[in-house]
């Protein structure tokens, strides 16, 4: 069984991986390497200015919104997506420490969130018959979510107690 039901493309590796974060969304992370999908292709994290759970968060958003909405067509994108973190382990491979960082990823179609913020600013507050407690089931029901590796070499530099 797949940990995933739905499956996304992986963004192509890159000759510039800070460059390309920075031109699409005008962050500066001193990175290079691949987007972190496995070991073969980590993040390799060469320093941080940033405390290492605000970076981790920061890249897995980036990630995630460049594959679910960035690198989709209109119809396919998906809007209010939000990662979690799960845990962080370090893994040593052929005499090489990799950090395997876990997200929990939610995220719902972009037409249908657009839809459901609509209704919400619409009928909040302005109408007596607008059942809140169904428009945040339909909310929740259409909400997807997805548990996603994210693969670092550097890290363990800026850890404190954990990689959290």
Known sequence: MS????????????????GVIEDMFGVKLDISGGWGYDNSAPVIVNSLDIPIDQFLHMFASIRANTEMN??????QRYGSINCNF???????????????IT???????????????DEYKEN??????FDLEDHFKRRKEN?????????????????????Q
């Open 143 to 163: 909400t997807i979510k997805l548990e996603t590796d994210f693969w670092f070499t550097g890290l363990e530099k800026y850890y404190v107690e954990n990689p």
């Open 86 to 100: 799960i845990e962080g382990k370090q893994v040593e491979i052929e005499n090489q420490l990799f950090d395997m």
């Open 103 to 117: 997200f929990e990823i939610t995220a719902m179609k972009e037409i249908i969130y657009a839809d459901l913020i």
């Open 70 to 75: 960035l690198y989709l067509e209109e119809k």
């Open 124 to 129: 909040y507050g302005k109408n007596e018959e």
């Open 3 to 18: 940990k995933n039901p739905i499956h996304f493309e992986q963004l192509p590796n890159v000759d510039d991986l800070s």
